[in-house]
């Protein structure tokens, strides 16, 4: 009867030796010979086991797995220190004393008070008769301000002319306003009303930013500046207009008003009034 596997058998690290002096018969060796098989196929289903286990492929993929982590670490390093650069740099700027400065500053000012250069943009500004409203800083001891409240900004002129006379009237832009100096004025339209009386042909001229340097030329008109409005014709009826897209007004630079007309001997009345409310901005120190 042969000897067979048996699965249920413990793997025995020890088999009895046999010896010189024991009898030739079944019953001295077989027990030896059934520890060996045990303990061979023991081996074997283990073998088994880890051949249906896969481990090759699996160790493959496990490995790409590895690599994928690896790279994905390095990543993630890269990253922080990205971001340990960018926390630096925000360190430096010294945000939680600087916010508790921000949070201490005034937000309104009164005409009696005077806000620090350092305060912040936002900052509302009641100058005089001015609202204004903190824009940014110049410089370390220069702020830069801008009205909300609208400067006016004008000329009425009205003459008594004769036959071929020709009048004209200017203003310049103060280059001071409320104790602040201007940096310049932005208009926000340009309300123009002609009128004549008596007069077969009249001439009316708005001359914008009319530079101090300009001199009196022809007919009383500026030598140099822009043209808003012209009008040379006759009749009494003349119409309002409003010029819109004017250039921003520099200080000294003039509003110029010419009046005159022609075709009679006689007099006339001819007037222009002009006005525009300016937005200014204005220079602290």
Same mark, same amino acid.
């Given at each position: 009867?042969?000897? =067979?596997y *048996?699965?249920?058998a413990t793997f !025995? ?11 030739? /018969?079944?019953?001295?060796?077989n027990?030896?010979?059934? &520890? @060996?098989l045990?303990n061979?196929?023991? @081996? =074997?289903d283990r073998?088994?086991s880890l051949?249906?286990?896969n481990?090759?492929a699996?160790?493959?993929t496990?490995?790409?797995?590895i ?8 990543? #993630?390093?890269n ?6 650069g960018?926390? *630096?740099?925000y &360190?430096?700027? *010294?945000?939680?004393?600087r916010?508790?400065?921000?949070e201490?500053? !005034?937000?309104?000012y009164?005409s009696?008070e005077?806000?620090?250069?350092? #305060?912040?943009p936002?900052t509302?500004w @009641?100058k &005089?008769?001015?609202?204004?409203? !903190? $824009?940014?800083n110049i ?10 409240t609208?400067y006016?900004f004008?000329?009425?002129?009205k003459d008594l002319?004769?036959d071929?006379e020709?009048?004209?009237?200017d /203003? ?7 104790g602040?100096? $201007?940096?310049r ?8 009303v002609?009128g004549s009386?008596?007069?077969s $042909? /009249?001439?009316?001229? $708005? +001359?914008? !930013?009319v530079p101090p340097?300009?001199?009196?030329g022809a ?6 500046g822009t043209?808003?409005y ?7 009826a003349l119409s #309002?207009v409003?010029f819109?897209n004017a250039a921003?007004?520099l200080?000294g ?5 010419k009046?005159g +007309?022609t075709?009679?001997l006689?007099q006339g009345d #001819?007037?222009c009034?002009?006005y525009?409310?300016l937005t200014?901005e204005?220079r602290?120190?």
């Amino acid at each position: 009867m042969p000897l =067979n596997y *048996n699965p249920s058998a413990t793997f !025995k690290t020890s088999i009895r030796e046999l010896e010189g002096t024991d009898q030739l /018969v079944p019953e001295n060796f077989n027990p030896q010979f059934q &520890d @060996l098989l045990n303990n061979t196929g023991l @081996l =074997n289903d283990r073998l088994g086991s880890l051949e249906g286990a896969n481990l090759p492929a699996r160790m493959t993929t496990a490995e790409g797995n590895i690599t994928t982590l690896q790279g994905r670490a390095t990543s #993630a390093e890269n990253r922080l220190t990205s971001a340990e650069g960018r926390l *630096n740099t925000y &360190d430096a700027l *010294n945000i939680a004393t600087r916010l508790a400065n921000l949070e201490t500053y !005034k937000r309104f000012y009164s005409s009696s008070e005077t806000p620090p250069y350092t #305060a912040p943009p936002g900052t509302i500004w @009641l100058k &005089d008769a001015y609202l204004l409203v !903190k $824009v940014d800083n110049i410089s370390g001891s220069a702020a830069r301000w801008r009205s909300i409240t609208p400067y006016g900004f004008g000329l009425a002129f009205k003459d008594l002319l004769g036959d071929g006379e020709s009048q004209y009237r200017d /203003v310049p832009l103060p280059s001071s306003i409320a104790g602040l100096t $201007v940096l310049r004025a932005i208009p926000n339209g340009i309300e123009i009303v002609p009128g004549s009386s008596g007069a077969s $042909v /009249v001439y009316i001229g $708005v +001359f914008w !930013k009319v530079p101090p340097t300009a001199t009196v030329g022809a007919n009383a008109e500026p030598t140099a500046g822009t043209t808003i409005y012209s009008f040379a014709a006759g009749g009494d009826a003349l119409s #309002a207009v409003t010029f819109h897209n004017a250039a921003e007004l520099l200080p000294g630079e003039r509003l110029w008003i010419k009046l005159g +007309f022609t075709g009679f001997l006689g007099q006339g009345d #001819a007037w222009c009034n002009v006005y525009t409310p300016l937005t200014l901005e204005l220079r602290q120190g």
